[in-house]
């Protein structure tokens, strides 16, 4: 004759009528801390946007100064610009 006692099993047991509630207090407890999670994920997700309208921008200050740093080389590559600016530098201090 098989007994429950060795088996580490308990017979469902029709005193413990509270065992039905069990899942709709789960579920709320689940879906109140999924609430409360719904800010933090939105405020990582304008994070991320705010980060990536930041890193647009720097590239574009970036392409930016390359240009002028590609036309100060021109300039300067040119040997009459760059024997007066050199002129201009010597007289300058000179004078102080």
Known sequence: MASSKGSGRKPPSRDRPHTHIVEPISLLTTSTNIVRLCP??????????????????????IYSLSQVLGSMNESLSDQSISEVLLTRKLTTTDKH
């Open 40 to 61: 933090t994920f939105m405020g990582f997700v304008n994070q991320a946007r705010n980060v990536d309208t930041s890193i647009h921008a720097l590239a574009a200050e």
